[in-house]
């Protein structure tokens, strides 16, 4: 498994860079913040992004299907008398 790491100042930058490098369907498997400084001067904030793109993930986007949920009885019969 091909891991990468990628590092940018905020989230949406950090996965940006994911999709142009490892395509649409990567999945990203961990993000931290990180203290990143030159010549340590000025440390500034980071997003630290672990993305492959040969790990197979289940979309939390999936339609999921409702004909397998429990049906309430009580709504399904005839008029209570």
Same mark, same amino acid.
């Given at each position: %498994? @091909?891991?990468? #790491? ?5 989230? @949406?930058?950090? =996965?940006? @860079? /994911?999709? =142009? ?9 961990? #993000?931290?913040? /990180?203290?990143?400084?030159? =010549?340590? =001067?000025?440390? @500034?904030? %980071? ?7 040969? #790990? /197979? ?8 299907? $409702? ?7 009580? $709504? #399904?019969?005839?008029? /209570? %008398?």
């Amino acid at each position: %498994m @091909q891991v990468k #790491t990628f590092r940018a100042r905020s989230l @949406q930058e950090a =996965l940006r @860079q /994911v999709r =142009l490098s490892l395509g649409p369907d990567a999945a990203v498997l961990h #993000t931290r913040e /990180v203290r990143h400084s030159r =010549l340590g =001067l000025f440390p @500034q904030s %980071m997003i630290e992004v672990e993305a492959s793109s040969d #790990t /197979v993930v289940a979309s939390r986007f999936a339609s999921s299907d $409702h004909s397998s949920a429990p049906s309430n009885a009580a $709504h #399904t019969s005839g008029p /209570v %008398m």
